[in-house]
């Protein structure tokens, strides 16, 4: 299958007002797409039926760009001009990419700058943000397609364990692709969402995440319709493709070459992929390798497979473990398992997995597809409403770099979100009149075992003795698991916030440099986003003006009453036909024609407070709700 | 068991709401007029999920209190609306979550309990003991479980430490029905060090029974 980039505006236009939000799982493997309607989930398939997109892209010398299989065909003989498994690097820095060198198949522009990974490909320097947006436009594409219907807003899967900047980077790469980001929603918890385990099940589930490049263990309360995340945990460089590395890593020992080619190695990881799928189902298997015209033959039995593959099986275990012991949970009191990602079709995982937990895990939905499903079933629950409710934890602490780099965290992991949590620190010298905030990520008690997220200073704190000034820094976290820190000298209130990109991650420069050189029309997009945001927010004043008039119209004379009408009117007409600065300019003459309606409004409501009648009903409760 | 909030005596003031300018009560939710969801007032944990203040409190209310705000309040609700209306529900979700992490621990709930009746009871990592006896405790249910062996050791320890944390708690409860603040506070001390215990051998327990597989 061959998906083809249209540029904007040669597509077929389909009507504008079929506007849809579909699931998107962007896997390191493959992708998948869905689409839910009142509960019910689909996977967009192509038209062989299969509902996977290799997260592969081609780059050509002319410029063209191919995702997809036909692209994962070309891996082979296009090995520079073609990436894979770019997901492993969303969000990482240059340092964190050198202690996975020589296992990733690209060539990194060393000469970046910024700590962003930059790799050159078919003559091109590009971000991992930059190869997942054209993924992801190839998703909204066959998606579109498929639908026949423009895909404008999406849920994004990402793993729990990703931390804020590859969460970051993730929203941007959506952004570029003309994807407005519902939610970012956690794979396991999309995975259980599948499950429909919100209105049957009540109880303690585990969802076991395998995919191709990142572990996810996830421990989830479900209670009558409410997901909630107890604990999580997991590595985001743990993976099926560490298995098709072991396996190619042996396969070239057999070959014997002198000097390894990337050509050979990609080659060689192809043909693990495949011997690892292969011994899923059968004991053994005879595999060649085909490079320069040297074939070598390779033969690989269930038994050996399993020892290459232990090492990581295990690895997963005792993460799986910990979480466990995190959350005090005994694994006999989870109630069930769900199995998510290919990799868990390996016996060995099943094995494993229902050794620990004591029972069998549940899989009758594609372990590959669930969590698409999941996100569909959530971007339709945001869309059109829904009586289930996710609510989600921080799935690492963050904290701030204190005296001899030790990290004191303020937000332990595991935390409902979203939260605000603030912790107060102080100067340690007299006279210091700035300080610097560092933001981490991660579990460790030093500075340099976790992440580094940001950096900023906290400038114009006025000389004090060291100790006196009084620092409070706040760390705000929203419902998509993003991160933003303010800091406050709390005796004279100078205050300082920053929205945390990370210090690897793109700059807003950057993004909107991306955004004008990847679309040709990225002006007009950004301002009919703006339109779109002027109209709504003119709607919802007008009919909050309506919903006062309903109730209190009697304290308007009869030429007053019309001149609010009048308004209101203007802004319908500005909403049908104007520009944003029209509809702005009717929605501020709107609010200045109900400006004398609105005094008048709460001086009745004060005065009928003071007479004894409620305004409304207060402390509200829910003790009826089923 | 707990009685659901009453509309206090003291009617609060009127804020014009952000939307529609009418007036609106400081804690309501929504504007009973046009709909818009406020900003989350200034209010206690209590009062935030309906709740009588106590420290009697039953978890499955507890989170059916919460469990009900959410469902109405969470961003995940608001995502299709406009920033102003997501950014207040974000709030909102805050203070929710907030208020449910305090009151759903026994520990967390009774400082601050004692909070905002004016005692300090630090319940941080750092903070030190002075009670001598409670040292004393401390000290001698650390060295069992340090020399605990077998499983069923470590598992008698753990369920002594849970049934000490149990009693405690009741112990806090009917400190807080008789008024005495000041045992109250003793006694939240040492739920402190009961509970650390308590979650030291449930740990101890889980490791050595996985190391029995």
Known sequence: MLLQIHEPGQTPAPHANDKVAVGIDLGTTNSVVAIAKKGEAEVIRDAEGSGLIPSVVSYSDDGSIVVGREARRQLLENPDGVVSSIKRLMGRGLKDVKSLAGTLPYEMDAAAEGGMVRLKVSGRTLTPVEISADILRAVKAQAEDALEKIVDRAVVTVPAYFDDAARTATKDAAKLAGLEVLRLVNEPTAAALAYGLDNEAEGLYAVYDLGGGTFDISLLQMEKGVFQVLATGGDAALGGDDLDHAIAERFLAERGSASVTSAEVKQALATARMAKECLSASPYGEWFIEMDGEVSKHRLELAEFEALALPFVERTIRICQGVLEDAAIDPSEVKGVVLVGGSTRVPLVRRKVAELFGREPLSNINPDEVVAVGAALQADALTAGSDTLLLDVTPLSLGIETMGGIVEKVIPRNTPIPVAMAQEFTTYQDGQDAMLIHVVQGEREMVDQCRSLARFVLTGIPAMTAGAARIRVTFSVDADGLLTVAARETVTGVEQEVSVKPSYGLTEDEMATMLRDSMVHAREDMETRLLAEARVEAKRSALAVQAALSVDQDLLSESELSVIHAAMAEVEKACQEGDRATVQAAADALEAATKTFAERRMDKGIRRALSGMSVEKLGETFAEEP | ?213
């Open chain 2, 1 to 213: 068991m707990t009685d659901l909030t009453k509309i206090p005596e003291d009617a609060p003031a009127l804020v014009p709401c952000w939307s529609c300018k009418g007036p609106v009560s400081p804690r309501a939710l929504f504007c009973s007029t046009c709909g818009a969801v406020q900003a989350p007032g200034q209010t206690d944990h209590f009062a935030r999920l309906g709740l009588m203040r106590g420290f009697d409190l039953s978890p499955d209310q507890l989170q059916k209190q919460y469990f009900g705000f959410q469902r109405r309040l969470h961003p995940d609700r608001f995502a299709t609306r406009t920033p102003k209306e997501r950014a207040l529900s974000q709030q909102q979700a805050t203070a929710l979550n907030e208020a449910y992490e305090v009151l759903k621990d026994p520990l967390r709930r009774a400082a601050y309990l004692l909070r905002l009746a004016g005692r300090v009871v630090n319940v941080e990592e750092s903070a030190t003991v002075s009670d001598p006896v409670l040292l004393m405790e401390a000290m001698e249910m650390r060295e069992a479980l340090e020399e605990a062996e077998t499983a069923e050791e470590v598992t008698e320890i753990a369920a002594k430490a849970e049934a000490d944390v149990q009693a405690c708690v009741a112990a806090i409860s009917r400190a807080f029905a008789a008024d005495d603040l000041e045992g109250a506070g003793k006694l939240t001390t040492r739920l402190k060090y009961l509970g650390k215990l308590a979650e030291e051998a449930k740990a101890r327990r889980i490791r050595l029974t996985r190391q029995g597989i």
